[in-house]
């Protein structure tokens, strides 16, 4: 809900959304001063004039703005849109160099309009041949305030957008430079949204990390000077995600303010948190400006992806389930937006590249007798990719793996009652392959010098027209060539020796070349998904080297991270679920040891751990042990039944102050939207001894409903207990010995149990206490045997009356 009022001191916005409020107004001066962004005011009156900067003088050697305003110094100020040159020294929204050469910048209040919907979105090449993500049809109350500002110096013009999805509350900011000058234009940066806090008593979390180790959560209290996230990769990347928090110090997953920023946006992005010399705090957000950088000529534009801003004062999940939603709702469309995701199998760690039809089928029969629901064909089977060296870039089918095409092997597959998917990498070519061979001219290379490659691979110039088209009819030949209802679209490597070969070889001409890529793949992605709109795309880059709203605007998931194992997968897991809800998580049981740590973890963890993303299996049913082949079919079954709670129920993590005894494990809880039913996993890390209690805290419950809870039955098995079971057992069962093993067939030893019913009043305010904890004496089937990488799952559901 926008209100715009008209007081006597000037024209004040006030965006509400269903808890918070964003306010701010135009000053005399013509400046657009930020009031407010917090809680939901249901009263305005007084917003104005308690909130606005009451300046008498300007401070030290500060710089008076005008004769005019001689109080006014822009540096002590409460922005929307921060320059450079009028005396704000802190880092500026906008900077840019007109044909005179002035790099001053001064933007100024002119006219202000209210759209429906997300306001006018500009073609930005004809054709869209570039495209900018546009956010997905909903029915949730969605309005855009355009304020229209005017650069008092180049005399350009700033189209500043803030869209409201009110249900989301979520904050939408994007802006539109015109270039009204008469001259050249020379941009050197323009993010997409600003936020100036009054104070700076902040902590900054960020998501970092590497290959195989995605979204690793940091913190860091905010002092003095400039803070600054991004990436330079060319994609959104592993190092640093675009989703960062700003929060009170000590803000929990149940209370605190807290502030959420995100960008609809795949490529180099840059998010700067700065404490001002006067103790505010500054949060920029948007493109890293030398990836946007560009000359416009007059007349032309030039536009910001959308960022993302919400606020809660319920803490990180707070912040988390408003960004969930606002994904949910707003970024993900298409016939899969609130379609339950498939169980999937995927080839890769089976058999690497080494597939053919043989192996895929008896891959997919065992799979299929476990439930399993779609059949995905990784990298290998196509031109002649027999390694990572060679072939990518020729999609054709590699006949003698599978001769007669995929064409049989999919209609096998559906045969069996399984949907049938592939993977692609259309971005990229190895150099020995057709494609390379036959238009080196389509490929970034800097002629003349060694080209960096990345694991042997160079990458297509996306922004070209004639690229997009090609990969167009490349894709659309596969995708008619055979009933594929599901495509893993990866992209495994970073930018270098960024140049194009058919654009001008001038500064001008090589602008902007990672952004244009960037909005290539959108345009080519666009018409994909609308070519194909039943088709379930996969995102994936070694795994999340690019997982963010941009992708997801055409990719209703993404697979995390390459890192399979269980362990690492909590943390990762973790970190996404800050910002990402579980509809978009792919996530797979693979074998153990793991193939990225060589760690032994438990069937039951894996399956637990991957069951709160989308679950998937990725390991060679051939080599399972009878009673895992059967585990896996059981759990399957399980997560059918429970799949749209897990997929797109409200998501918690259950870390709570008044809980401390579940330091070593980690809790989630997804609880279905109607509050009657919830899953619960717990899972252990490294287990400390002697810590017999262990209470579950719950959250998302209803307080007036009664619910039977009910905890997954937990087997374990004799050798869990080592040598230790010559302690009690009358026969002696030598380790690795067959009369052990024989011993473990005879005699499963089955965990506790546990089932109760309970108020969500008592649930929410005392959690569970589960059984005791094994301390090395006195084990039976009351006993929690919890030890390294267990874990445990519950189901609760709500009783009739
Ligand atoms: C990297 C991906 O992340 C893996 O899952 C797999 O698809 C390989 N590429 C295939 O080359």
Redesign the pocket.
């Known amino acids: 809900m926008i209100l715009i009022q008209n007081t006597p001191a000037g024209h004040c916005f006030t965006l509400h959304t269903e808890g918070t409020t964003y306010a701010f107004w135009v000053t005399e001066s013509g400046h657009l001063e930020h009031l407010y962004y917090g809680p939901r005011l249901h009263r305005i009156e007084g917003l104005l004039e308690t909130q606005r900067l009451k300046s008498a003088f300007g401070p030290g050697n500060t710089i008076a703005y005008s004769e005019d305003h001689p109080a006014l110094t822009l540096e002590v100020l409460p922005q929307e849109t921060g320059t450079r040159g009028k005396g704000d020294y802190r880092e500026p929204m906008v900077a840019t160099c007109d044909h005179l050469g002035r790099r001053s910048s001064d933007l100024l209040y002119c006219s202000h309009q209210l759209h429906p919907g997300l306001g006018p979105m500009p073609a930005l090449e004809p054709g869209q041949a570039l495209a900018m993500p546009h956010l997905g049809d909903t029915p949730d109350p969605v309005e855009t305030l355009e304020i229209l500002l005017k650069d008092g110096v180049q005399g350009t013009a700033y189209h500043l957008y803030y869209t409201v999805f009110y249900a989301a509350n979520t904050i939408g900011r994007r802006m539109v430079l015109e270039n009204t000058s008469p001259g050249p234009l020379i941009v050197e940066k323009l993010m997409s949204a600003q936020l100036d806090l009054p104070h700076s008593a902040f902590t900054l979390t960020h998501f970092t990390g590497a290959w195989a180790r995605e979204m690793q959560r940091g913190s860091m209290p905010l002092s003095g000077g400039l803070h600054q996230l991004g990436s330079t990769t060319g994609t959104s990347s592993n190092r640093t995600n675009p989703l960062f928090l700003l929060h009170a110090p000590k803000a929990t997953e149940t209370s605190g303010h807290c502030y959420g920023f995100n960008l609809v946006y795949s490529g180099n992005c840059q998010a700067t948190v700065e404490v001002g010399a006067f103790g505010s705090t500054r949060v920029l957000q948007g493109v890293r400006p030398d990836s946007l950088a560009t000359t416009l000529a007059p007349g032309a534009s030039l536009a910001t992806p959308l960022a993302v801003l919400t606020f809660s004062d319920q803490g990180f999940g707070g912040i988390s389930r408003h960004l969930h939603g606002f994904t949910r709702h707003h970024i993900v469309r298409g016939p899969w937006q609130y379609r339950v995701r498939p169980v999937l199998i995927n080839s ?1 760690e089976a058999f690497y590249f080494d597939v053919n039809k043989d192996r895929l089928l008896q891959l997919a029969k065992r799979a299929k007798t476990l439930g399993v629901e779609l059949f995905v064909l ?2 290998g089977w196509f031109g002649n990719r027999d390694s ?1 060296q060679r072939g990518l870039g020729d999609w054709q089918c590699n006949l003698k793996k599978l001769p007669g095409g995929l064409k049989p092997l999919a209609e096998q597959i559906n045969h069996l009652g399984m949907d049938f998917g592939i ?1 692609v990498e259309p971005e990229m070519a190895n150099p020995d392959s057709d494609l390379y061979r036959a238009h080196p001219e389509w490929f970034f290379e800097i002629p003349g010098i060694r080209q960096s490659l990345g694991r042997h691979q160079l990458l297509l110039d996306l922004g070209l027209p004639a690229v997009q088209d090609y990969l167009f009819e490349a894709l659309r030949a596969i995708l008619d060539s055979a009933p594929i209802s599901y495509v ?1 679209w ?1 992209m ?1 490597r970073n930018m270098t020796d960024v140049y194009s070969k058919l654009s001008p070889q001038t500064p001008e001409g090589q602008g902007a070349l990672s952004h244009r890529y960037v909005l290539g793949l959108y345009g080519l992605l666009s018409r994909l998904t609308q070519a194909f709109p039943q088709v379930l795309f996969e995102g ?1 880059a ?2 999340g080297n690019r997982f963010d709203l941009g992708m997801l605007c055409y990719m209703p998931q993404i ?1 995390a991270s ?1 890192n399979t194992d269980a362990h690492s997968r909590v943390a990762l897991q973790t970190g996404y679920s800050l910002g990402y809800p579980p509809s978009t998580m792919g996530a797979h049981v693979s074998d153990v040891p793991n193939h990225q740590t060589l760690r032994l973890t438990p069937l039951a963890t894996r399956q637990t751990v991957a069951s709160f993303g989308l679950l998937g299996y990725e390991l060679n049913l051939a080599h399972q042990s009878v009673s895992d082949l059967k585990a896996m079919g059981a759990h399957i079954d399980f997560y059918k039944q429970w799949r749209r709670v897990l997929q797109f129920g409200d998501f918690y993590r259950l870390e709570a102050d008044d809980f401390p005894e579940l330091r070593e494990s980690t809790g989630w809880m997804s609880v279905s939207q109607d509050r009657r039913q919830a899953v619960v996993g717990l899972i252990q890390g490294l287990y400390t001894p002697n810590q017999p209690e262990l209470r579950l805290p719950l959250r998302g419950l209803n307080p007036e409903l009664i619910y039977r809870v009910r905890q997954l039955p937990v087997q374990h098995s004799l050798s869990t207990f080592g040598d230790l079971v010559n302690a009690v057992s009358p026969i002696k069962l030598p380790k690795d010995s067959l009369r052990l093993k024989l011993a473990e067939r005879l005699y499963p030893v089955p965990g506790e149990q546990l089932e109760l019913v309970a108020s969500g009043a008592v649930l929410l305010q005392g959690g569970i206490r589960l059984h005791q904890g094994f301390m090395g004496m006195g084990y039976n089937e009351q006993v929690r045997l919890y030890p390294d990488f267990a874990a445990r799952l519950f189901v609760l559901e709500a009783l009739d009356n």
Do not use: E, L, P
């Open positions: 890769w990784d990298d990572d993977w893993k990866d495994n994936c070694s795994g697979w390459d």
